[in-house]
């Protein structure tokens, strides 16, 4: 079912995916996005990525697959990973299926 749910997440991924716009799948069912887009278009690509997940089916069955997406906009690129790793894990601390947005300081 894991399989299934990850190959349907990435189908969900490439429809955000430009020759400016990446998502990498760093392990797991974790994925890192570069994105170079103003902060309201990519705040509408975490919104619509949050939507389109809740819409996975998988098998029939009643399963609610939810993402956590944790976004920091930066200038350099010292911890930018871990940096929305946090924020990630404080949307899943609050219920998941949200995301955080977040301006390095």
Do not use: C, P, W
Not at 6 to 33: C, H, M, P, S, W
Not at 56 to 63: A, C, F, T
């Amino acid at each position: 079912i894991g399989n299934v749910v990850l190959i349907e997440f990435a189908q969900i991924l490439k429809k955000y995916t430009n020759e400016y716009n990446r998502f990498y799948r760093i392990g797991g069912d974790e994925f890192v996005g570069l994105f170079f887009e103003d902060e309201e278009i990519i705040k509408q690509i975490a919104e619509n990525i949050i939507k389109e997940t809740r819409l996975i089916k998988v098998n029939e069955l009643n399963m609610l697959i939810t993402v956590s997406i944790g976004v920091i906009q930066a200038t350099h690129r010292d911890d930018v990973i871990r940096k929305a790793d946090d924020l990630l894990y404080r949307v899943k601390a609050n219920g998941k299926n949200s995301y955080l947005y977040d301006i390095e300081k």
